[in-house]
């Protein structure tokens, strides 16, 4: 049989899918369920009964008064506020059930929810260790590390958008300006601000404003937190009043600690994170009408032998998966850890339990899956684990594509004419198929004489090797003009000047 033309071939499959290419054939992700819909409910309702019977605590006076104004009611300490189902449930109603992370350019923009049902990657935030990738040794994260963890993420197509880290080498009040100056001019991907205190919030915002960033395309997001259980420090909704202002979605962050901020139980963390999430979205209805808020339980267990707080049990990953399933059942766009392990290496058991907390909250539903290159519960960068956990991105992203079950597909007329001894390796059908087969470019399928031959290189070796080019690689197109990247040098120094020593650090204030 003469082979086709390549170019023919080829053209018959599409290229693979990725955080910037929508897939070919676009069908609802399959869904693994913990709770069937009447256990949903029940939890919702009891997130709803929690916040209009006690409610939350607002560290902010004017958001506490707009509250009031809006309809909250006092609770038993004048911080607190009761929010009554009402407001909560038009505040559901309200928030926009679509958010675009755009990039510098548009090739580079995350609309979510995705049109083919997929999702998107990030990089780990809030690491304050990193790996080297020549030794492997664990060292304190330099500020310097920022530019390198960009070009990495530069060129890994699951990500897409990208966290900046908690840096040494500046001052520690204001590491996350110095951390957001640096990613925001070396990455043509959308960035995700972290404030570090009140006072730094503007400097953060402004600076995404100098590289581009506008209401219609914003070009950064922002991470709100609860101080749980049930507490918004001013920060925090400072956070969320001025990103409303620039137009920056908003990623409403609830972090509970099952058995230390929140119930033991998975129920109890997941009550706990609904109810946060809720509070963040009526919070962001009131002072910010109109602001794309993005539903983010990051949930953790503390291990009750040792006090650990831990990241890919069983206990949290369901506690992830059953948030996920709940939220966006609520119609909302949905971020949670996809990515992660708790051991300190990019090792055997690293592997395993990423690949379960990604197989999970994948088909639970979740818009993105975060944590991309971290380690140890999200405290340490590791560039090498970067790279074999975008693979790994791709791998699930194919497994949880629903297969063609078309008439077509089944090729019957083939199959039901099939002769003794037959086979398919000719056929029309696998000449138009073979190609679109997932595909690794890491992960290994060797044959064992080869793998010998090769000096038993695997996909970790293959990951160094990739993570290495990505970083020695030519910067994209379309960064901040030199005005730009003038402009943010002189906010970074200015910062310094007004912020160190002047601000005002307590467990309300501040986190570092």
């Not at 601000?193 to 400097?203: A, G, I, M, R, T």
Request: aromatic letters at 4%; a negative charge.
């Amino acid at each position: 049989m003469a082979r086709r033309p390549r170019k023919d071939r080829a053209a018959e499959s599409p290229p693979a899918a990725h955080a910037f290419r929508q897939a070919a054939l676009a069908a609802p992700r399959p869904r693994f369920e913990l709770a069937g819909a009447e256990a949903r409910a029940a939890l919702v309702a009891r997130a709803l009964r929690l916040l209009e019977e006690h409610g939350v605590a607002v560290i902010h006076e004017a958001a506490h008064a707009a509250l009031l104004a809006a309809g909250a009611r006092p609770g038993r300490e004048p911080s607190r506020l009761r929010l009554p189902r009402a407001l909560v449930e038009e505040a559901l109603a309200a928030t926009p059930k679509q958010v675009l992370l755009a990039g510098k350019q548009p090739d580079r923009d995350v609309p979510l929810p995705r049109g083919d049902h997929g999702f998107v990657m990030r990089t780990g935030t809030g690491a304050h260790g990193f790996i080297e990738i020549d030794s492997g040794d664990f060292r304190n994260m330099e500020i310097s590390d920022v530019a390198t963890i960009a070009r990495l993420a530069n060129g890994l197509d699951q990500v897409g958008f990208i966290a900046h880290p908690f840096s040494y080498g500046v001052h520690e009040l204001t590491s996350d300006i110095h951390g957001v100056g640096e990613l925001i001019v070396n990455t043509d991907k959308h960035i995700w601000l972290q404030p570090y205190n009140v006072e730094n919030v503007e400097f953060l915002v402004k600076i995404a404003e100098v590289a581009g960033s506008t209401p219609d395309r914003p070009i950064a997001s922002t991470i709100m937190c609860s101080f749980t259980p049930l507490e918004f420090k001013v920060m925090d909704v400072e956070a969320l009043i001025q990103s409303g202002r620039a137009g920056l979605p908003v990623h409403a962050c609830s972090l509970p600690s099952a058995g230390g901020t929140a119930p033991l139980s998975v129920a109890g963390n997941v009550l706990m994170a609904v109810s946060e999430i809720l509070a963040m979205v009526t919070m962001g209805h009131v002072l910010a009408p109109g602001l794309a808020v993005i539903a983010t339980p990051l949930m953790f267990t503390l291990d009750m032998a040792t006090g650990q707080a831990l990241h890919a049990c069983p206990e949290s990953l369901q506690a992830k998966a059953l948030a996920v399933e709940v939220l966006r059942g609520l119609g909302l766009v949905t971020h949670t850890y996809g990515m992660g392990s708790d051991t300190p290496a990019a090792d055997r058991q690293s592997m395993a339990e990423r690949a379960m907390l990604g197989q999970m909250v994948a088909m639970a539903g979740t818009d993105i899956l975060g944590g991309v290159g971290q380690l140890q519960t999200a405290t340490v960068f590791d560039p090498v684990q970067a790279v074999l956990d975008d693979e790994l991105g791709g791998y699930l992203r194919a497994l949880v594509a629903v297969p063609d079950l078309s008439e077509a597909a089944f090729n019957w007329d083939e199959v039901s004419e099939i002769g003794l001894g037959g086979h398919f390796l000719a056929s029309g059908q696998t000449l138009a198929l073979c190609r679109s087969q997932y595909r690794p470019e890491v992960f290994q399928r060797d044959r064992r004489d080869d793998y010998d031959k090769a000096g038993r290189a695997g996909a970790w070796e293959a990951a160094r090797d990739k993570a290495r080019a990505l970083i020695a690689a030519d910067p994209p197109e379309g960064l901040p003009d030199a005005a730009a990247r003038a402009e943010i040098r002189r906010l970074r120094t200015r910062a310094d000047e007004e912020i160190i020593g002047k601000a005002t650090v307590s467990g309300r204030r501040a986190v570092i």
